[in-house]
């Protein structure tokens, strides 16, 4: 079967193509069946896209771009639109409140999410967010408050009223399938963007959250690294080329056998990477060069350094791509910042354990000051030590506690 080919990262492999025997498996015996569901029942799933949080900013292009040439229910139908009935534990609802919560553009989740989808996602998105007239950056959906104009829009077009009232059709995947097959999301998801890479592409960070989530799912002590780069080839996105550097990477700085090193960095990236944002392939290959022996270790320090880089100001960026820290700066961080890095190392590790032993995720808190440490060690930040940056981050922590008790 095709699940047991991807999963053996058979070079005969094609996502697409099995993705219709999968497909036509499933109907056949009943774990998929078409229904037609209202956008706002429809969450996001967790495993879409490798766990990549949506970006309000592409959906409403996205959307806008629908708009612009007018909607259609074949197009934004079952051949794209795929979601899969929602766990016990309701983990596509929470998936869905956590994407929302990055940007006030996004709708509001419902309580009644039952689904979570995984092909057609920006879309059904963008639908809930027009019925609830959210805020919006896209001048030409903005009414004269900034909101989307949801009375003009569906004045104009009958068939997008009709998709974001009543709903599209989709493919529902039941949820005891999932739990016999929990990779079929996963794969699904895989082969509908693989179908949209001919002309759109699968992003850097998706890739290396590709690289996470495939590395996870092999089971057993040791990680099969070439197994990961194949079963992640399959889908041909545009950022195969750097997919060596990408396992490089995550191989050496990841944090393996947790990988928490590249979780840390990948939620991060997840609430404050900028749409559009690049990161070349040789930049990232030249950071996973710093050395790592037992006289020299900046694991925390080269993350950080990463955050820096990727979620910059648009003023040091090039045409999306981010050129804020040189190769010479990094470098610099085993060479003439040698002992200076190795201090921030420890501050950042001292950091970590703090906010770990905290209540609530302490992504941004602790991103935020990793990227002030990884600025004075580049020399970016002159005013200011890497001690200065932990004491007002702890300062300002302490407060925290105080206010809230």
Known sequence: MALAKVDAANSDVKIVGDFDEMKALMVQHGAAEKRTLPPHVVGI?????????????EMCTK????????????????????????????????????????SEQFARPSEW????????????????????CRPTKVQSLADDKGNIDKDRIFKRDPVFR??????????????GFVVR??????????????????????????????????????????????????????SQGPCVPDLATHINFVRRYGGFPTMSQLRELLDFFNLRLPAGRQV???????????????????????????????????????????????MAEIKALSTKNKGLALEAEGILSNLKKVF????????????RVSIEIAEV???????????????????????????YN
């Open 45 to 57: 799933c967790s495993d879409n896209r490798d766990a990549k949080i949506m970006s309000a900013m």
């Open 63 to 102: 959307g806008c771009k629908i708009v612009s040439v007018g909607a259609s229910r074949d197009l934004c139908g079952p051949l794209r639109a795929w979601c899969v009935e929602d766990t016990e534990g309701r983990l596509y609802y929470l998936w869905t409140l956590k994407t929302a919560n990055t």
């Open 113 to 132: 999410i039952e689904y979570g989808s995984i092909g057609c996602s920006h879309w059904n998105q963008f639908l809930q967010a027009v019925n609830q």
């Open 162 to 175: 009709s998709l974001a009232t009543i709903g599209m059709d989709w493919y529902v995947i039941r949820r």
């Open 181 to 234: 097959f929990p990779q079929v999301p996963r794969i699904f998801s895989k082969a509908l963007n693989a179908e949209h890479n001919i002309a759109v592409g699968e992003t850097w960070d998706q890739q290396l959250a590709s690289v996470y989530a495939t590395a996870q799912n092999i089971s057993g002590d040791t990680v099969d690294w070439t197994s990961v780069r194949s079963q992640i080839a399959v």
């Open 280 to 326: 070349s392939g040789s930049w990232i290959d030249k950071l996973q060069q710093v050395p790592m022996t037992t006289e020299f270790s900046i694991p925390n320090l080269v993350v950080a350094v990463f955050k820096a880089h990727a979620c910059c100001d648009n003023f040091y960026c090039e045409n999306g791509l981010a050129r804020y820290v040189t």
């Open 356 to 367: 770990a032993e905290s209540a609530g995720s302490k992504t941004l808190e602790y991103g």
């Open 377 to 403: 060690i580049l020399g970016k930040e002159k005013k200011k030590t890497c001690k200065d940056c932990s004491l007002t981050c702890r300062h300002n922590y302490v407060c925290s506690l105080t206010r």
